[in-house]
């Protein structure tokens, strides 16, 4: 309303009113300022939803002084009316409104400072091509987005008036809009840098020490010493949770790390970070356990798919079932090429460096994927206990990777599988029954593979019998695998003949399921920022 009333022409006869009051050029830097604050009270409404005390605080603030301003700018007494009524109702709402501020990002600076100077230009190019009645004839709509750019900064344009009181008013109500921009941007580069950071040495090594003795309880467990990640724990600190903020989302991964009895103080303690930051909570990637606990503390789950796990003891290439695997170790066999599985802190440095230089020359792209199930690191000195499964050709040149990271003291987790596209089809079969056969000789009983979603709509789609719902949803994903290989995940991982065990989604309402979507999909870097943001947040990081 604020927006519009300020846009549109205002009644002559009350303009004349005020300006018999007030100097001629109040009107107009009342109109420009209640432009300018309508935009900001727009751009407050998120954080408003989010309970946030200082947008709160700010909007109280703009909407008792845009009363003031519809008064001046042409006595609409209206809109002072409506903006009245929403003040008191902000006041008596004080009690709604305890989010702490959002800790400063290198992101919302950016935005700030480039957004802004964007729209204040166009706000003033707007006012400006609506009340053109004091420019001189000829002034074109560009003259007018010159002026008003570099009227932010109290720099004249090339747009002329017919006398000088024209020419004050418009340069009143452009560094109006500039400063309205400055005074955005000090908001954000004042924002406090305390809050969730990534995992400082002395985080990493009490994780480190509730994994040895707890890891065993989930295959994502080691996933939680992510460098990108943040931790919280219970009172008791016997767990914790890790999690990442993106966007509004506070997205933890996986299940809480440390003793489950101690889950529920560490979730509930990451939930009151959460409300108090005024964040949407939501658990990624989660199993049965870990779903339990969450829904006990007032989230709800939903089932995202399935993680294939291999029993070692179970695991053989005998049979009809695993005829397509058995053929493909035996073709890349006969294309001599050989498969080896080492610890990581075996490998000389020699290995390492070969290892990630292929590792990056297989990748597809420059974006790294990954959060719940991914290290987001490859053959570090810290990661000693993961393991590494080589194959080589006939040459010795390096055709294919797996890196596995520890799952307890007898298990292995997968994280990253790479290969050469020109080497021999099979040669993924090959390394995973490699691994298997030489399991026990490493001390692994369990092998947990990649993470199929949605899995069992494939495994029943086909199904004789299957109804119209969940047949259209097969179709549906039959569709989307042609972008994001949904379906060919889960036959490659289907052919070992697995384990299937459930994953899960937390979440607190199915109001908040589009953000919480958008949060796991950009921090598994499936939308991913361009790549020049990308750089200044490294930048921000090492900073």
Known sequence: ???????LPAMRDRVHLVTQVLPD????????????VGVILLLLSRALRRGKFRAWLLATVLSAITVLLHLIKGFDVEEATVTLALFVLLVSARPSFEARPDPRSLSRVLVVALAGPIVATTLGWLWLAVDADGQVAGTTQVDRWNQAFFGLVGIRGPVHFVDELDADRSAI?????????????????????DGPHPLSA???GRLRESLDRWGYVDSLSYFATRADRSVIYSRSGKAAVTYRVVGTVSLAGGDPIGDPEAWPGAIE????EARSFGWVPAALGVSELGATAFH??????LELGDEAIIDIDEFTLEGRSMRVVRQAVNRCERADLKVSCVRVRDLDPAAVEEIRTRADDWRDGPVERGFSMALGRLVAPEDGESVVVLCRDGHGRLRGLLNLVPWGSDGLSLDLMRRDRDTENGIVEQMVAALCEAAPDLGVRRVSLNFAVFRSVFARGERL????????WHAVLIGLSRFWQIESLYRANAKYQPE??????CFRSSGDLPRVATAALRAEAFLVAPAWFRALARVQRRA
Do not use: I, Q, Y
């Open 1 to 7: 309303m604020t927006v519009l009333s300020a846009a």
């Open 25 to 36: 050029v109040f009107p107009a830097a009342a109109t420009t300022g209640a432009l300018g």
């Open 173 to 193: 109500a452009l560094v109006v809009l500039g400063a309205a921009v400055l005074v955005c941007l000090l908001l954000a580069a004042m924002m406090p840098a």
């Open 202 to 204: 002395e985080e990493d």
């Open 269 to 272: 303690a990451w939930l009151e």
């Open 296 to 301: 006990r503390a007032g989230l709800d789950a």
């Open 465 to 472: 019998g299957a109804g119209p719902v969940l047949r259209l």
């Open 500 to 505: 299937w065990v459930p994953r899960f989604l």
